[in-house]
């Protein structure tokens, strides 16, 4: 049996964004039974909504190795039988699944094992699951019941500001960062470049400021709400409106310049204007106002 075991683990689905989920899971022998750490490395997902992040998260079993592995030992898996099961579906169409590799330390040796967890595996249960990959799945089931859900657990569309969470400080994470893992998750992406975005600051959250009102200016205006639906569906711009000022100084007859084309943030528009209030001068008058809605989020931004 290994003495400590890593695995790599990449899951990935047919929506999103993110389409792929890394999380590394390390297994390590101690008196009191197995030291289990995880961390979790998200790709961004929607543009300045969902940054990348990376999180944390150990346990400790009170099983031995052998019981976790429930008796197969990685270090004696016949090389052949990973290769058949990894090339049994290579003209398959998969949707989704998981990739993992695992790196057994093997009387002091390091092997790397792969398995590949299909759709068909997870989702049909009349597929005939090849003997180590099942065992593989059976094995993750079980920490993920030890550990708890992964992001991808999370909604996939969200709609409040992200907020940038510190990234915890563990040896592991700082080997995740330094790119000692890399080849393990295999040339497809360096898990070390999403881990180190995950460090870097946000933009500045969506903004909305009254860039003008003419010829009088509202006292003390409320500002419209930036509707979530707009934010996530990443529509900014400025609005211009017009109004009429009743002889109570409320704004009243509110229209707008260009009618339907920001129509998720005109309704907000209309009823923060309809609670502006005007001074004396401008009862029983005309106005007009622009207000800018900003995403403040750059394209290659996360």
Not at 185 to 202: D, M, N, Y
Not at 213 to 241: C, D, M, Q, T
Not at 258 to 287: C, H, N, T, Y
């Amino acid at each position: 049996m290994p003495d400590s075991l890593v695995i790599a683990r990449e899951t990935f689905w047919d929506f999103g964004p993110p389409f792929n989920y890394y999380d590394l899971i390390q297994i390590k022998r101690r008196n009191e039974g197995l030291a289990v750490e995880q961390v979790l490395v998200t790709p961004p997902g929607q543009a300045c909504m969902q940054p990348a992040k990376v999180e944390d998260r150990s346990v400790v079993l009170h099983e031995s190795m052998e019981e976790l592995l429930a008796g197969r030992n990685p270090c004696a898996i016949p090389e052949k039988e990973l290769h058949r099961e990894v090339k049994r579906c290579r003209k398959c169409l998969v949707f989704s699944g998981v990739y993992v590799a695992m790196q057994a330390s093997c009387s002091g040796k390091d092997r790397q094992l792969r398995m590949d967890i299909l759709d068909r595996d997870i989702y049909d249960s009349r597929t005939q699951t090849p003997a180590n990959t099942s065992w593989t799945m059976l094995l993750l089931s079980r920490l993920n019941d030890s550990l708890g859900p992964g992001s991808e657990a999370e909604p996939m569309f969200k709609v409040e500001v992200a907020v940038r969470k510190p990234v915890p400080n563990s040896p592991l994470i700082g080997q995740i960062v330094g790119g000692n893992f890399d080849q393990l998750f295999g040339p497809q992406v360096e898990v070390s470049k999403i881990a180190q975005e995950a460090s870097r600051p946000l933009p500045p959250p969506p903004s909305v400021e009254i860039e003008s009102a003419a010829p009088f200016a509202p006292v003390s205006p409320v500002l419209p709400i930036y509707p979530p639906i707009a934010k996530a569906a990443r529509v900014e711009g400025l609005v211009n409106v017009t109004f009429d000022v009743d002889m109570e100084g409320k704004a009243q007859n509110v229209a707008f310049a260009d009618e339907g084309r920001l129509k998720m943030i005109e309704m907000g528009v209309k009823d923060a204007v309809m609670q502006w209030s005007f001074p004396k001068e401008a009862w029983g008058r005309s106005g007009r106002a622009s207000i800018r809605f900003n995403l403040n989020c750059h394209a290659g931004s996360s």
